[in-house]
């Protein structure tokens, strides 16, 4: 026997089967009560790492990134809720039109302007260009900072009495006519310096340890040191100025935590709670530094497959301030900074002072 179906029936079959197929996608992607966090394995992103690693947060799904950008395509593509990202990224987003909320910060600084083994405080050091991690990140964006204040210092010694310009010379990063960015991945950059690629380097904890320690030199170590004295920098052996500098963008956030505007209304009890945890984190972190330094330990081998020492880890450690406070100056020089280069259409203005 031949059953026949009419247009009628086939029209109502066709609607059925879509809507049974809307529905069970509709299932398949909804929420599960699951946070899907993003972070970077970097020391300024501690927290994340002790609080995934001791067990501190609840109902997260953690992804790591290598790079802020590639975190930022998280949110962009939706597979990302909440994450830990530098300011230069979490701009960047803002002026992509990606709807951002920035909950809190976590750390500061954690920046070392890295040169040759050849460099001599007492000697002239020619810069053609500065390598940083990605074009737009955090690094980036400060080391143009960075740059234009030298520009500005060197412009203002060219204008002084010859002699006083002579004493200055000797004290100063000098940039060349030409001097430009690059973009290296921190991973590289041993080869880039020995290539002569590059002739300095702006990049985030670990990678200003790892790079002292083999033989590098890290500016905002060596000129931050207790054991350069007043007499040193009248003597012309320390540039005040750019120890001033340094210092300077060390101030700045390295990480803060943000949570897609859509997610954050929908769920926000979820969210809060995080922060919550986080910041017992935060807390867990300044109270015991050497416990947070076992977990980061274990996480990073874990997730890269390689040792760590102790004492290399508890020397970046120390080069990062944990603190919660947040300074709207800071993020409205970055997106100042990120619009002189042609980063972003528009300026964006953050109004806070403290969040």
Do not use: W
């Given at each position: 026997m031949i059953f026949r179906i009419g247009g009628r029936a086939l029209k109502k079959i066709f609607?059925?089967?879509?809507?049974?197929?809307?529905?069970?996608?509709?299932?398949?992607?909804?929420?599960?009560?699951?946070?899907?966090?993003?972070y970077l394995l970097n020391m300024t992103h501690a927290v994340p790492i002790v609080g995934i690693e001791g067990g501190a947060f609840t109902n997260i799904e953690p992804h790591f990134f290598t790079a802020g950008g590639y975190l930022l395509d998280g949110f962009l593509t939706g597979n990302i809720d909440i994450a830990y990202i530098g300011p230069g990224p979490y701009i960047n987003a803002l002026n992509k039109g990606v709807e951002l909320r920035l909950l809190c910060q976590t750390a500061i600084g954690g920046n070392s302007l890295i040169v040759k083994p050849e460099y001599n405080p007492e000697k002239p050091y020619h810069l053609k260009n500065i390598a940083i991690p990605q074009y737009g990140n955090t690094q980036d964006l400060l080391a143009k900072i960075l740059v234009e204040k030298i520009s500005a210092h060197n412009k203002l010694i060219d204008s002084t009495h010859k002699m006083i310009r002579e004493v200055a010379s000797n004290t100063s990063l000098q940039l060349d006519k030409n001097f430009s960015f690059v973009a290296v991945n921190p991973a590289e950059l041993e080869t880039a310096f020995f290539i002569n690629a590059v002739d300095s380097a702006l990049v985030a904890e670990p990678w200003g340890t790892t790079l002292t320690q083999k033989?590098?030199?890290?500016?905002?170590?060596?000129?931050?040191?207790?054991?350069?004295?007043?007499?040193?920098?009248?003597?012309?052996?320390?540039?005040?100025?750019?120890?001033?500098?340094?210092?300077?963008?060390?101030?700045?956030?390295?990480?803060?935590?943000?949570?897609?505007?859509?997610?954050?209304?929908?769920?926000?009890?979820?969210?809060?709670?995080?922060?919550?945890?986080?910041?017992?984190?935060?807390?867990?972190?300044?109270?015991?530094?050497?416990?947070?330094?076992?977990?980061?330990?274990?996480?990073?081998?874990?997730?890269?497959?390689?040792?760590?020492?102790?004492?290399?880890?508890?020397?970046?450690?120390?080069?990062?301030?944990?603190?919660?406070?947040?300074?709207?100056?800071?993020?409205?020089?970055?997106?100042?900074?990120?619009?002189?280069?042609?980063?972003?259409?528009?300026?964006?203005?953050?109004?806070?002072?403290?969040?």
């Open positions: 609607i059925l089967l879509l809507f049974l197929t809307l529905n069970s996608c509709a299932k398949k992607d909804s929420f599960n009560g699951v946070l899907r966090l993003g033989g590098f030199v890290d500016l905002n170590s060596l000129l931050t040191s207790k054991s350069v004295s007043i007499a040193d920098e009248l003597e012309g052996v320390v540039d005040h100025t750019l120890r001033e500098q340094l210092a300077y963008i060390n101030e700045f956030p390295a990480t803060i935590l943000v949570v897609r505007e859509d997610f954050y209304k929908q769920h926000r009890d979820l969210v809060d709670r995080f922060v919550a945890e986080q910041n017992q984190v935060l807390e867990q972190i300044k109270i015991n530094p050497e416990g947070a330094i076992m977990l980061i330990k274990k996480h990073l081998e874990k997730n890269t497959k390689k040792n760590f020492d102790y004492d290399f880890l508890l020397a970046s450690f120390k080069k990062v301030k944990f603190d919660d406070r947040i300074n709207g100056k800071f993020f409205n020089e970055l997106a100042r900074a990120g619009y002189k280069a042609n980063y972003y259409r528009r300026l964006t203005e953050f109004e806070v002072t403290r969040i």
